[in-house]
């Protein structure tokens, strides 16, 4: 069976979900709009862990759940799920393009480099290593015999 994963739109609604898709493709189908692959976190209360802890056994077993716990023992429950996404929120994740704000001129380099390409002469004088005149030469020419 392969792995497919609940539409819901909230992580407890995908524990008890029934309907399945393994494609976002298929999930756009069956939900009738925009989907989006989400993995939310539960921490169940002392109270509900038998309940939810029953429903994420089934769910690991369907492969969309996964079981941890935390720095206390208690359980966290991973669940991954296609979740409903509404109209208005696909419009509000693409805003109209702006323009970026223009950079401020920096003058920094006005105070070390008057002249322009001062800057670059200066770099070419630091690469440029001249030879010492007092080194000997260990290797001879060999042209010279």
């Known amino acids: 069976m392969p792995l497919q994963y609940p539409l819901a739109a909230n992580a407890r609604a995908a524990l008890d979900s029934q309907i399945g898709a393994r494609t976002v493709a298929e999930a756009r189908e069956l939900a009738n709009g925009p989907v989006e692959l989400v993995s939310d976190f539960l921490r169940p209360g002392p109270s509900e862990r038998e309940e939810v802890q029953g429903k994420a056994e089934s769910g690991i077993a369907r492969g969309f759940v996964q079981l941890y716990e935390d720095a206390k023992g208690n359980p966290v429950i991973a669940v991954s799920y296609w979740k409903l ?3 208005t929120k696909t419009k509000a994740k693409t805003p109209p393009p702006e323009k970026p704000p223009t950079p401020a001129e920096d003058h920094t380099d006005d105070l070390y480099f008057n002249k322009p390409g001062a800057k670059d002469a200066a770099a070419a004088r630091r690469r440029r ?17």
Do not use: I
């Not at 290593?129 to 015999?145: A, Y």
């Open 85 to 87: 996404v509404s109209a």
């Open 129 to 145: 290593k001249l030879p010492d005149p007092n080194q000997f030469d260990l290797f001879g020419d060999p042209d010279e015999t």
